[in-house]
């Protein structure tokens, strides 16, 4: 699968703007803020039909101006996908895919695999569990159209299940019944995206193992846990206990939304023991090991974007990274680098082609031809 | 736009406070109005004023209705133990447009949704209670939109209503496109009506 052309239309800084992408290695260079990110996050975008940066629609708009639009033309299996992006201030977005508009959004999803990997992504380890459950929920929809369905069909329930509560304190009354029927109806989609997500740790496991031991080359052993409180008890029985709770709170306290990840290093807590190069090696790793999942499962390699990765990795660790993805044939692959000679000095010492892109105040300046390292 | 008249100005601006009209629409409008009999316009207004006045809401269904019952609810042919469970008005004109159902109407007037700020308490639910006992209703079908507020408003009434003698049964869901009944066209709304489903709760 791969991307061949992009086209940007009053997204973030780009007011209008065409590329033609080269099938393995792409390379963004220039300045901070000159707009680098925003191509890898319009690629993203065209794949999950939202911003990596979490970054409402109104905010991905040129400055001043009332939509944008995105333009990707794909290849995967011998066929040919067009899709666009509109997106308008005041009005539903629209997908469309070869012409046609999606009904639902999410029925986009899992057609074009993509990972991002971003400076960022320590918050994996060092945050709150909300990041690695969006870590979860963004491999698992991607694989699966039923676990999406069920995630949202899950989000609100509970958003109305604690909108009740809320309202229930407020008018100082309890009902009892409006409840029980929020619970029977969160039961379906919780045990369903339970079991996937502790069938997916099952699989995350070695892949992270193996990943860590590639980038790190250190001996030790690393591990992550899958915690939920279904794993104990069913769903139904957890709610009725916590029922005096949720009505104190005015908020649902047990669920599948309170899940989590537990990260190991040796036997101890990532968190508190590992160094940051590990910490780095690890987060690393885990992306890694989501690509090679959705590889894997997919029969088919996700676009790979990095962002600035190389201002965060010191420069052997990203030698490493480089020769795993050109020996172990990754797909295409986007890169951003503030410094366009520390890239090429590192995409040289190999076989392959690679396109260049030098970006400027929300333009590309210069396409430079493929260059053949030797 | 520029007007010479303040009261042309003041009707176009009324018009245009519709929804679905533009000024340009109103204008037209009004400027129809204009090149007609004034009696014309009286009849218009005054036909939005009676409406706006005298509109009730049935006592028994909660439809519009010109008298303390409504048309349908009055009618002696229409099934009298039979009732359709729907959201509003509109959904009771759609459902009448396929001429398929021959029973009566119970409008909830919404679907349940906390986060919009409706309780349960903010529908037609009690007296949708209590009419199954004094109408001695032996079937109940829900006309509700198939969305996630529609099941739980669903799947609570089905609760609420365990104890008691009568048949639920919804219509196909996923018929309407676009989500809400109106939209459906008649013959698959019709088909979907007469070819409802008994009622089962999830996971039975
Ligand atoms: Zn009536």
């Known amino acids: ?374 | 736009m520029n007007f010479s008249s303040k009261l042309i100005e003041e009707a176009v601006s009324a018009f245009a406070s519709l929804p679905g009209i533009g000024k340009k629409t109103a204008l037209r409008l009004v400027l129809h109005l204009m090149s007609q009999e004034r009696e014309i316009t009286d009849q218009f207004a005054e036909a939005l004023t009676q409406m706006r006045h005298n509109i009730k809401t049935c006592q028994r269904c909660h439809n519009l209705s010109d008298d303390v019952l409504c048309n349908i609810c009055r009618d002696p042919r229409r099934e009298p133990h039979t009732l359709c469970v729907v959201e509003g008005v509109r959904d009771i004109m759609a459902i009448e447009e396929t001429a398929q159902y021959r029973g009566t109407y119970h409008i909830l007037g919404g679907v349940i949704s906390p986060i919009e700020g409706i309780g349960t308490a903010d529908l037609n639910i009690d007296s949708l209670i209590q009419r199954i006992a004094e109408d001695q209703i032996k079937e109940i079908i829900m006309a509700i939109s198939p969305t996630i507020e529609g099941d739980t408003t669903i799947f609570f009434l089905s609760k609420k209503l365990a104890d008691q003698e009568v048949k639920i049964s919804t219509i196909a869901r996923g018929v309407s496109f676009g989500g809400e009944l109106e939209y459906a066209d008649e013959l698959t709304l019709g088909r979907s009506i007469v070819a409802r489903v008994p009622y089962r709760a999830k996971g039975e």
């Open chain 1, 1 to 374: 699968m791969r991307l061949l052309t992009l086209k940007l239309t009053q997204f973030k800084n780009y007011t209008s703007q065409g590329l033609q992408l080269a099938p393995r290695i792409n390379c963004f260079v220039g300045k901070n803020g000159m707009g680098k990110t925003n191509l890898l996050d319009a690629i993203y975008y065209l794949c999950m039909c939202k911003s990596q940066q979490s970054l409402s629609d109104a905010h991905l708009t040129l400055h001043g101006e009332a939509f944008f639009r995105l333009e990707g033309h794909f290849y995967k299996n011998q066929k040919r996908y067009r899709i666009v992006a509109k997106v308008q201030a005041r009005k539903r977005k629209v997908i469309e895919c070869n012409d046609v508009a999606y009904p639902k959004l999410i029925d986009h999803i899992g057609l074009l695999p993509v990972v991002m990997i971003v400076p960022d992504d320590t918050r994996l380890a060092t945050e709150g569990s909300e990041d690695r459950r969006r870590f979860l929920n963004n491999t698992l929809s991607q694989l699966d159209p039923r676990y999406l369905r069920d995630l949202v069909q899950y989000n609100r329930l509970l958003k109305q299940r604690n909108a009740a509560l809320k309202q229930m304190g407020a008018e100082r009354r309890f009902d009892a019944a409006l409840l029980a029927t929020y619970d029977e109806q969160l039961l379906a989609p919780a045990t369903y995206l339970h079991q996937q997500r502790a069938a997916f740790q099952t699989q995350l496991v070695p892949a992270l193992q193996a990943h860590y031991a590639a980038i790190s080359g250190g001996q030790e052993q690393v591990s992550c846990t899958y915690r939920s409180a279904l794993s104990e008890s069913n769903l139904a029985d957890l709610l009725v206990a916590a029922r005096e709770k949720d009505r104190i709170l005015q908020r649902t306290t047990v669920g599948i939304h309170r899940d989590d990840l537990l990260f190991q290093i040796g036997e101890y807590p990532l968190k508190k023991y590992a160094s940051q190069g590990q910490l780095k090696s690890f987060v690393l790793a885990l992306k890694l090991a989501q690509y090679a999942i959705l590889r894997g499962e997919k029969k088919e390699s996700p676009l790979l974007l990095l962002d600035d990765i190389f201002d965060k990795l010191d420069p052997s660790r990203v030698r490493q990274l480089i020769e795993l993805l050109i020996e172990q044939e990754f797909g295409q692959v986007f890169i951003t680098d503030t410094d366009e000679h520390r890239l090429a000095s590192i995409l040289n010492q190999f076989t392959v082609d690679y396109r260049k892109f030098r970006v400027a105040q929300g333009q590309i300046i210069d396409a430079a031809p493929d260059e053949k390292a030797q």
